[in-house]
C-alpha cells in the first residue's frame, strides 16, 4: 500500500505505546511537498515522539509511515535519513568531542563528494555564521551555539524534509528572528515541519499549524484560526489571548 | 611549544603534521640502532613490549576511537598465537602461517561482530561477552590435554601449552630464520607500521566516522551512516591486529599456552591501555612498555604481590590520571609552556 501522491510525508494510524500509555495514539498526518508547518501543543503532547517515529529513532507500536509515496514505517535511522529526511532533536544532538567544522563535516560528507563535502562546509559556516567558533570543541559552545551546529549539520545534507525540534530553544531573541528568517529561506527549496511552543515565533514562519494533544491531532488549520480556537486555547494556551 | 603535543592528542580528522612525522622518523630510527648497545636478554625484553603494544594498540582503537571496549581482545592474540604454532610446526613453512595467524582471528572477530554488532548489543555486553568467548577459549584449550587432541601433527597438550614453534622464516628463503635481534626488528617496524596505519586511517573518511560513532552513534545513523558497518569493520579490523600480535608473541617466545586467552592477560590489556591513555595511540605503547618493565623491575626486587602492585597502580591512575600517562603529561607540558609564552609577552 502506497502513502497519498500529494504528501512528501504521511501517517496513517501512528501509534506508540510506552508501557500502557499512548505517547502517540493513531495520528493521521498529511505534509505536502513545499510546506512549512508548525506543530505545537502542550508538554508531553508527542510531537517529538512524533518525529522519533518519523525518524526511525522509535519504532511504531501500530500504524503506517510514508515518505515520498513510499512506506518507511520499519526503516531504521539511518535509511530514512538516506532517503532525505534531517531531524534536529529537542536537546543538541551534536558531536561534543569534536569540532564545528568536524560536525559539519561528518553532516556534509554523506551526501556529497569530497570536495563538494567541504565547499558544502564553507556555505554552511557563511550562511550560519559560525566562523567564530568553527575549530572550537562544539561541547564548549553555548546552549544557543550549538543548537546552530546542529541546523547546521541538517542543512549540510540538504534533505528533502526537515525536521525540527524546538530549534528557537535556547536563543535569544535576535537569534530566534535569525533562525525564523532563516527557515523561510530554507522553505523555498525544502519542506519543513518545526516543533515550537514561541508563539511569535510561529505566527513568524507558519502557514498551517497542527495541534497536538495527548498523543492525538487536536487541529490542523490556518495559524490564525488554530490561534484563537477555544479549544486549543484551552488545552495549551491556558485561556490567555494570544498577541 | 604546546604545538608539539597536539598531534598526540585525540585525533579529529587532521592529518598528522611535520612534527608528528619527524617524532616518527627519529624514534624508530633510535628503537632501529638499539641493537648496537643492547645485548640479546635486553633485546628480548624489548621485542615483547612492541609484541604486546600491537595488542594494546587494537584495544585502544577500538576502545579510544570508536567507544567500544572489547574485554576479550585476547582472545584473537591467543588464536593469532596458536593458529601460527599449529600452522607452521604441520607445514615447515611459516610464512602462510603468519598470514593465517592475522587473517583467521580477522575472521573471527567479523563473525562476532556479525552476531554482536548487527545484533546490535549494548556496548557493557559487548564487553561482557567478549570476556566470555576468551575464558571460553581459555578453559576450552586447558581441556586438551589428552592424545585426541591433535590438529595434524601438533599436540594441543592442554594446559602445558606447545613448546617449539618455530622461529619465523624469510618469505624467499625457508633456510634463514629470523634470530632475536631480527625479531626485535620486525617487532619495531611492525608496531610502526601499525601505529601509524591506525593514525592515518583515522584521518579518512571511515575514521572520522568511527570517531564520530564514538562521540554519537544516535547522530551518526540520523545522518544516514549505517554505523554497524563501521563498527563491524573496526572490530574485524582490531581483531586481525590482536592476532598479529599473538602470532608476533608465538614467534618471540617459540612456545603457545592457555594463558594467552587467560582473565589476567585479558586485564592487562586494559591497564597498559589505561595507563598510557585510550584517547592516544601513542599512549598504550608506553602504556605497555612502562608496565611490563615495572613488572620485571617488582619481581627482581623480590615483590612478592605483583599482580597486586598492579592493581593499585590502575587504581591511582583511574583516580588521579584518568586520561593516561601520555595526554597528562602532554597537556602538563603544554600549560607549561603556554606560562612561559604569557610571561615572556611572546606571540605563537
Given at each position: 500500500?502506497?502513502?497519498?501522491?500529494?504528501?512528501?510525508?504521511?501517517?496513517?494510524?501512528?501509534?506508540?505505546?510506552?508501557?500502557?500509555?499512548?505517547?502517540?495514539?493513531?495520528?493521521?498526518?498529511?505534509?505536502?511537498?513545499?510546506?512549512?508547518?508548525?506543530?505545537?501543543?502542550?508538554?508531553?503532547?508527542?510531537?517529538?515522539?512524533?518525529?522519533?517515529?518519523?525518524?526511525?529513532?522509535?519504532?511504531?507500536?501500530?500504524?503506517?509511515?510514508?515518505?515520498?509515496?513510499?512506506?518507511?514505517?520499519?526503516?531504521?535511522?539511518?535509511?530514512?535519513?538516506?532517503?532525505?529526511?534531517?531531524?534536529?532533536?529537542?536537546?543538541?544532538?551534536?558531536?561534543?568531542?569534536?569540532?564545528?567544522?568536524?560536525?559539519?563535516?561528518?553532516?556534509?560528507?554523506?551526501?556529497?563528494?569530497?570536495?563538494?563535502?567541504?565547499?558544502?562546509?564553507?556555505?554552511?559556516?557563511?550562511?550560519?555564521?559560525?566562523?567564530?567558533?568553527?575549530?572550537?570543541?562544539?561541547?564548549?559552545?553555548?546552549?544557543?551555539?550549538?543548537?546552530?551546529?546542529?541546523?547546521?549539520?541538517?542543512?549540510?545534507?540538504?534533505?528533502?524534509?526537515?525536521?525540527?525540534?524546538?530549534?528557537?530553544?535556547?536563543?535569544?531573541?535576535?537569534?530566534?528572528?535569525?533562525?525564523?528568517?532563516?527557515?523561510?529561506?530554507?522553505?523555498?527549496?525544502?519542506?519543513?515541519?518545526?516543533?515550537?511552543?514561541?508563539?511569535?515565533?510561529?505566527?513568524?514562519?507558519?502557514?498551517?499549524?497542527?495541534?497536538?494533544?495527548?498523543?492525538?491531532?487536536?487541529?490542523?488549520?490556518?495559524?490564525?484560526?488554530?490561534?484563537?480556537?477555544?479549544?486549543?486555547?484551552?488545552?495549551?494556551?491556558?485561556?490567555?489571548?494570544?498577541? | 611549544?604546546?604545538?608539539?603535543?597536539?598531534?598526540?592528542?585525540?585525533?579529529?580528522?587532521?592529518?598528522?603534521?611535520?612534527?608528528?612525522?619527524?617524532?616518527?622518523?627519529?624514534?624508530?630510527?633510535?628503537?632501529?640502532?638499539?641493537?648496537?648497545?643492547?645485548?640479546?636478554?635486553?633485546?628480548?625484553?624489548?621485542?615483547?613490549?612492541?609484541?604486546?603494544?600491537?595488542?594494546?594498540?587494537?584495544?585502544?582503537?577500538?576502545?579510544?576511537?570508536?567507544?567500544?571496549?572489547?574485554?576479550?581482545?585476547?582472545?584473537?592474540?591467543?588464536?593469532?598465537?596458536?593458529?601460527?604454532?599449529?600452522?607452521?610446526?604441520?607445514?615447515?613453512?611459516?610464512?602462510?602461517?603468519?598470514?593465517?595467524?592475522?587473517?583467521?582471528?580477522?575472521?573471527?572477530?567479523?563473525?562476532?561482530?556479525?552476531?554482536?554488532?548487527?545484533?546490535?548489543?549494548?556496548?557493557?555486553y559487548f564487553s561482557v561477552m567478549t570476556l566470555v568467548i576468551t575464558l571460553i577459549l581459555n578453559r576450552a584449550m586447558r581441556a586438551t590435554s589428552g592424545d585426541q587432541y591433535v590438529i595434524g601433527d601438533v599436540r594441543l597438550n592442554?594446559?602445558?601449552?606447545?613448546?617449539?614453534?618455530?622461529?619465523?622464516?624469510?618469505?624467499?628463503?625457508?633456510?634463514?630464520?629470523?634470530?632475536?635481534?631480527?625479531?626485535?626488528?620486525?617487532?619495531?617496524?611492525?608496531?610502526?607500521?601499525?601505529?601509524?596505519?591506525?593514525?592515518?586511517?583515522?584521518?579518512?573518511?571511515?575514521?572520522?566516522?568511527?570517531?564520530?560513532?564514538?562521540?554519537?552513534?544516535?547522530?551518526?545513523?540520523?545522518?544516514?551512516?549505517?554505523?554497524?558497518?563501521?563498527?563491524?569493520?573496526?572490530?574485524?579490523?582490531?581483531?586481525?591486529?590482536?592476532?598479529?600480535?599473538?602470532?608476533?608473541?608465538?614467534?618471540?617466545?617459540?612456545?603457545?599456552?592457555?594463558?594467552?586467552?587467560?582473565?589476567?592477560?585479558?586485564?592487562?590489556?586494559?591497564?597498559?591501555?589505561?595507563?598510557?591513555?585510550?584517547?592516544?595511540?601513542?599512549?598504550?605503547?608506553?602504556?605497555?612498555?612502562?608496565?611490563?618493565?615495572?613488572?620485571?623491575?617488582?619481581?627482581?626486587?623480590?615483590?612478592?604481590?605483583?599482580?597486586?602492585?598492579?592493581?593499585?597502580?590502575?587504581?591511582?591512575?583511574?583516580?588521579?590520571?584518568?586520561?593516561?600517562?601520555?595526554?597528562?603529561?602532554?597537556?602538563?607540558?603544554?600549560?607549561?609552556?603556554?606560562?612561559?609564552?604569557?610571561?615572556?609577552?611572546?606571540?605563537?
Amino acid at each position: 500500500m502506497n502513502g497519498d501522491p500529494k504528501g512528501i510525508l504521511q501517517t496513517r494510524g501512528l501509534r506508540k505505546t510506552f508501557g500502557g500509555v499512548h505517547a502517540v495514539d493513531g495520528v493521521d498526518f498529511l505534509l505536502t511537498e513545499g510546506e512549512l508547518r508548525c506543530l505545537i501543543g502542550p508538554n508531553g503532547a508527542g510531537k517529538s515522539t512524533f518525529f522519533k517515529l518519523i525518524t526511525g529513532q522509535l519504532m511504531p507500536s501500530d500504524g503506517q509511515i510514508f515518505f515520498g509515496g513510499s512506506e518507511v514505517t520499519t526503516h531504521a535511522s539511518h535509511e530514512v535519513a538516506r532517503l532525505g529526511v534531517g531531524i534536529k532533536n529537542q536537546k543538541p544532538d551534536v558531536f561534543d568531542g569534536l569540532s564545528t567544522r568536524e560536525n559539519l563535516w561528518l553532516a556534509a560528507q554523506f551526501a556529497h563528494d569530497k570536495a563538494g563535502a567541504i565547499e558544502q562546509v564553507e556555505q554552511v559556516i557563511d550562511r550560519l555564521q559560525l566562523g567564530a567558533f568553527v575549530h572550537r570543541l562544539v561541547g564548549e559552545l553555548a546552549h544557543g551555539q550549538r543548537q546552530w551546529v546542529e541546523i547546521g549539520m541538517v542543512m549540510a545534507r540538504e534533505p528533502r524534509l526537515i525536521l525540527l525540534d524546538e530549534p528557537s530553544a535556547g536563543m535569544g531573541q535576535e537569534e530566534r528572528l535569525r533562525t525564523a528568517e532563516l527557515l523561510k529561506e530554507l522553505n523555498r527549496t525544502t519542506t519543513i515541519v518545526v516543533v515550537e511552543h514561541d508563539m511569535q515565533f510561529i505566527k513568524r514562519i507558519a502557514d498551517v499549524v497542527t495541534v497536538f494533544h495527548r498523543g492525538r491531532v487536536l487541529r490542523e488549520a490556518k495559524v490564525d484560526v488554530v490561534l484563537n480556537d477555544p479549544e486549543v486555547r484551552d488545552v495549551y494556551l491556558g485561556r490567555t489571548e494570544v498577541t | 611549544m604546546g604545538w608539539l603535543f597536539s598531534d598526540f592528542r585525540r585525533p579529529a580528522g587532521e592529518r598528522p603534521g611535520p612534527v608528528w612525522w619527524s617524532f616518527v622518523v627519529v624514534a624508530t630510527a633510535v628503537l632501529l640502532s638499539l641493537p648496537l648497545t643492547l645485548d640479546l636478554a635486553q633485546l628480548l625484553d624489548l621485542s615483547v613490549v612492541f609484541v604486546l603494544a600491537l595488542l594494546a594498540l587494537s584495544m585502544s582503537f577500538l576502545w579510544g576511537y570508536v567507544g567500544i571496549l572489547s574485554f576479550g581482545q585476547t582472545a584473537f592474540f591467543g588464536l593469532g598465537g596458536y593458529v601460527y604454532a599449529v600452522a607452521a610446526m604441520n607445514w615447515g613453512d611459516t610464512t602462510l602461517p603468519f598470514l593465517l595467524g592475522i587473517a583467521i582471528p580477522l575472521a573471527f572477530a567479523a563473525l562476532l561482530g556479525v552476531f554482536m554488532v548487527y545484533g546490535k548489543i549494548s556496548d557493557i555486553y559487548f564487553s561482557v561477552m567478549t570476556l566470555v568467548i576468551t575464558l571460553i577459549l581459555n578453559r576450552a584449550m586447558r581441556a586438551t590435554s589428552g592424545d585426541q587432541y591433535v590438529i595434524g601433527d601438533v599436540r594441543l597438550n592442554g594446559q602445558n601449552g606447545i613448546p617449539g614453534v618455530p622461529p619465523l622464516q624469510v618469505p624467499w628463503d625457508s633456510s634463514v630464520t629470523l634470530f632475536i635481534d631480527h625479531v626485535y626488528y620486525l617487532s619495531v617496524v611492525l608496531a610502526v607500521l601499525v601505529y601509524v596505519g591506525l593514525r592515518l586511517l583515522l584521518t579518512t573518511p571511515f575514521g572520522r566516522i568511527l570517531v564520530g560513532i564514538r562521540e554519537n552513534e544516535r547522530r551518526i545513523e540520523l545522518l544516514g551512516y549505517d554505523a554497524r558497518r563501521y563498527k563491524f569493520a573496526a572490530f574485524a579490523l582490531s581483531g586481525g591486529i590482536a592476532g598479529l600480535s599473538g602470532t608476533m608473541f608465538a614467534i618471540w617466545g617459540n612456545f603457545v599456552a592457555p594463558e594467552m586467552f587467560g582473565l589476567g592477560q585479558a586485564a592487562e590489556v586494559i591497564i597498559w591501555v589505561i595507563v598510557g591513555g585510550k584517547s592516544t595511540l601513542i599512549g598504550p605503547i608506553v602504556g605497555t612498555g612502562v608496565i611490563q618493565y615495572l613488572t620485571s623491575w617488582l619481581g627482581t626486587q623480590g615483590v612478592g604481590q605483583v599482580t597486586l602492585v598492579l592493581g593499585a597502580i590502575l587504581i591511582v591512575f583511574v583516580l588521579l590520571f584518568k586520561d593516561g600517562l601520555v595526554p597528562t603529561l602532554g597537556a602538563a607540558i603544554a600549560r607549561v609552556f603556554a606560562g612561559r609564552r604569557e610571561s615572556g609577552g611572546g606571540g605563537q
